[in-house]
């Protein structure tokens, strides 16, 4: 199975593709995409994320994408706004595509990747480049958290139990 994990943000998109298979990971490759300046148009900030999210499926060629889902708690409502823009424009370029989303709250990201929900990014950070045997970049966090959304997914998917707490666009 290979999965585009995705860390949504306005100012920074995170992405991470792995594939899964015999209780294993690869690793694919990962990015961050850049919404521009403050100053740019919200339609141009939006139109870069699209297009970022676009090439990196074309690139990875997944099979499903997996989203953080917004947390709600402590956000100003400008940026909750901010988010769920991104996150329209990452399910709209997965549909075009023809593949299926699947959104995670923060909460299960760490506590499939880590354990504790109240592990740090720092930790989270750790444990993907342990389990995926690579060596991330010091620096924004939106990568490390995108690969925990892939990895999030794919022990969900093997789950028996993946049809509870997983919401999917369809």
Known sequence: MRVLGVDPGLNK???GAISADNGGFTYLGSGAISGGENSLSLGRRLKRIY???SEAIHLYQPETIAV???YLRRIPVASVVSLAHARGVIVLAAEEMGLEVFHYPSSQVKTMVVGPVQATKDQVRKMVQMRLGIE?????MD????????L???NMAASPLS?????QSK
């Open 13 to 15: 998109t995170g992405y």
């Open 51 to 53: 297009q970022g999210i």
């Open 68 to 70: 953080e889902e917004l």
């Open 136 to 140: 991330l970049p010091n620096g924004p």
């Open 143 to 150: 990568i490390s958290d995108a690969l925990a959304v892939a």
């Open 152 to 154: 999030c997914h794919c």
């Open 163 to 167: 049809k509870y707490g997983v919401t």
